[in-house]
């Protein structure tokens, strides 16, 4: 199995992408297991949800391009596009904070998963960075629109039209990054929702709702669903594809 969800005494749910030998890439499966942890996080006994790596070489390093090489259309494409940033977007709107636990580096798709997280810790010293421009495409699973909503416009742009890898530092100065930590992984992150936690989960829900209501209203899930549309366009050029194959290649070698 790609993942596993597991229950912590402190009552939050922490789920882990455990495939570190590929750094921790989102496949089909991973995408399963991430609906389920959704889906188990909407018991009445869990308070929060944390999403983390396995290992610390990488937090999540996106979709994986040796599984998603096949798709060739934007028919294609749209199909897995669609379906990440539906789960996605389940997670922005989960009526519990979540924390995306940024263990090790977060490229292109990893960001994404971070951003739809409601805080995010990294540990000092880790890259990420939405590295999608690179590839000839956009984000596509909704995090730019994301993005958008939880920085500064400029901050935003920059980060997605520049598509380079940033230090945790500068992540944090900008407010991407909430927190940094030097210890523990799991430590950290129980230190950081110790005080939240201990309140009853209907006061978190009723907080939570402050902002699902705002993002309804906006029609962010509209505007994410024209990002995944855009994206699939992209994804069709011969300049991603050839973009794909190369980076095939250099890892096959």
Known sequence: MSYKIEKRDMGYLIFTITRS????????DVMEGLAEAIKRSLHPDIKALVITGEHDRAFCSGGDLSVFHSLRTKEEAYGMLSKMANILYSLLTLPIPTVALINGTAVGGGCELAAACDYRLAREGI???????????TTG????SI???KLPVASAMKLLMEAELQSASYLKEIGFINSLYTDQSLQACEIYLGQMISKDVNVLKSY??????KWEETKLRERIEEEVRNCAILWESDTHHEYVNAFLRKNNE
């Open 208 to 213: 939570k709702r402050i902002w699902i209501r």
């Open 21 to 28: 030998e590929k750094r921790n890439a989102i496949n089909f």
């Open 147 to 149: 993005l958008a909503e």
């Open 141 to 144: 699973w909704g995090g730019g």
């Open 127 to 137: 890259l990420a960075g939405f590295i999608q421009g690179k590839q000839a495409i």
